[in-house]
């Protein structure tokens, strides 16, 4: 009888060098070598579209806020007042803006308001125009930020898929044209899914070694989430009722009850931390708190109602409606796929739009995700990833009222590592009929794992073996996470 199909995630270690006789073969750690090829690839990228990505009036908005950063040091100064800037929204990106200013030798004193019922002439010379070379800080910091996301998302599938998911997941966020026209713009949203993506991998290790200080990290993470775009907050209300639905769970005797019992007070307490750092890290809320919390939020929806009025077209009247959209954005306008194949077509003299796979493969590797979790159990890592990342995803098409471009960047990070689930799952099917040994064409040398330090073999099956803006169109084994 065959073994079943697993995925068999490990710290693989590849012996690169001749198949026969004595000479040395180098070894190679992939886990070490490809986040740090991916980095270096995106942070490539990024800044080669820094000085020809369009401009666009949002960027003014963060970089106009930049002082936000200096003036933490003055937090109950006038820029902390109730006023609309301040309040318009959270100030986090506005902090990273100035610290990248004052990281390259600027300063945090740059251009005016810009007025949106005026065009860019008029805001030119009303001083809302940033200076070149503000706008230009401000791109390369959000171009570092969108590489460090493509790590992040590397050493996530890494740890809950493999060595191919992972470098799968990294090369499609990394050349995907969404993920690099917003990592360089002047923007908040790649700061958004770098914390999205700390937060999947901090609450992966927690689940792998429940700890007081990863659930601290955990919920000061979402609580900086929540200072970026408000959204993230919100989930650590979903997580605390996890924790204790596990520990219901426990007391049946359905789930492990030793980690039930670890992973749920530390999931009920996260509410509770990402409140306490979202006001911290946020002056204008100290008087106030929850009104002016509230005010937030009532401002953000009251925003997202004129938008839908001011353009109409890109109007999102319901969930199913903002999953079509998504669709539509996700597999013609934005593809690593795609934009890949138009590009080689290109260069054959064929102009075509190309329909991407991405989304496809993404409904297969979140099948994958989904038998993970069944497998591993809902308090290992991948279920609690797993629920996390639904979280955010689910967050945005039920609150995407209007169709920006931007707001499906952290849609992306979600599409491309279930991505990597699904080329892990392909791969593994080569691997099991031989096929990926074709990969070692070059005569004479090979790559491979390192007998007794690779990914450990698959257990033969035993009886009972009790072994997841206006757009623009344009098994499974022991210590598994």
Same mark, same amino acid.
């Given at each position: 009888m065959s073994a079943p199909l697993m995925l068999r995630p490990g710290d693989d270690i590849w012996a690169i060098g001749r198949r026969h006789g004595s000479g040395r073969r180098l070894l190679v750690r992939p886990r070490v070598l490809f986040p740090v090829l991916l980095f270096l690839l995106s942070l490539t990228v990024n800044l080669a579209h820094v000085d020809v990505t369009e401009f666009h009036p949002d960027e003014t908005r963060w970089l106009n806020r930049a002082h936000y950063f200096t003036d933490l040091a003055d937090p109950f100064g006038p820029t902390w007042e109730d006023q609309y800037l301040t309040r318009g929204q959270p100030p986090l990106g506005s902090y990273l803006m100035g610290l990248g200013l004052l990281l390259q030798g600027?300063?945090?004193? @740059? *251009?005016? !308001?810009?007025?949106?019922?005026?065009? &860019?002439?008029?805001?030119?010379?009303?001083?809302?125009?940033?200076?070149?070379?503000?706008?230009?800080?401000?791109?390369? @910091? *959000?171009? !570092?930020?969108?590489?460090?996301?493509? &790590?992040?998302?590397?050493l996530i599938a890494a740890t809950l898929a493999g060595t191919v998911a992972a470098t799968a997941t990294g090369l499609l966020l990394a050349l995907h044209p969404l993920h690099i026209w917003i990592a360089s713009q002047a923007l908040s949203d790649q700061l958004l899914i770098l914390i999205v993506a700390s937060a999947l991998l901090t609450i992966i290790r927690l689940a792998e070694r429940p700890s007081r200080g990863k659930a601290l990290l955990l919920g000061i993470l979402l609580g900086l989430g929540g200072a970026t775009k408000l959204s993230p907050l919100l989930l650590s209300l979903p997580l605390a009722v996890y924790g204790v639905g596990l520990v219901v769970l426990a007391r049946r005797g359905l789930v492990d009850r030793d980690k039930a019992y670890a992973l749920g007070p530390l999931l009920f307490v996260q509410p509770v931390i990402a409140a306490v750092t979202f006001v911290v890290s946020y002056p204008y809320l100290w008087p106030r708190p929850i009104e002016r919390t509230w005010n937030l939020f009532q401002l953000r929806t009251q925003e997202m109602r004129e938008q839908a009025a001011a353009w109409p077209n890109i109007e999102i009247a319901n969930p199913g409606e903002a999953l079509l959209r998504v669709y539509d954005r996700l597999t013609w306008q934005f593809s690593t796929s795609g934009n890949l194949s138009e590009s080689v077509l290109g260069l054959v003299g064929i102009?075509?739009?190309?329909?991407?796979?991405?989304?496809?493969?993404?409904?297969?590797?979140?099948?994958?995700?989904?038998?993970?979790?069944?497998?591993?159990?809902?308090?290992?890592?991948?279920?609690?990833?797993?629920?996390?990342?639904?979280?955010?995803?689910?967050a945005i098409i039920v609150g995407m009222k209007v169709d920006f471009y931007r707001y499906h960047l952290p849609l992306v990070l979600g599409v491309t590592i279930l991505c990597g689930f699904g080329f892990q799952i392909i791969w593994q099917l080569l691997a099991d009929h031989g096929a990926v040994a074709l990969w070692n064409v070059i005569p004479g040398v090979s790559v491979a794992p390192v007998p007794g330090k690779a990914i450990q073999p698959r257990p033969t099956v035993q009886e009972d073996d009790g072994s997841t803006d206006p757009s623009i169109n344009r098994p499974i084994r022991s210590g598994t996470p």
């Open positions: 600027r300063d945090t004193a @740059t *251009n005016g !308001v810009w007025d949106f019922t005026y065009g &860019v002439e008029w805001n030119t010379i009303s001083g809302a125009m940033p200076d070149p070379a503000d706008l230009d800080a401000g791109r390369r @910091t *959000n171009a !570092v930020v969108g590489a460090i996301t493509v &790590v992040l998302a590397y102009d075509a739009s190309v329909w991407g796979f991405e989304i496809p493969l993404a409904i297969i590797g979140a099948g994958v995700l989904v038998w993970l979790v069944w497998q591993r159990g809902l308090t290992s890592g991948t279920a609690l990833a797993a629920f996390l990342l639904a979280g955010q995803v689910g």
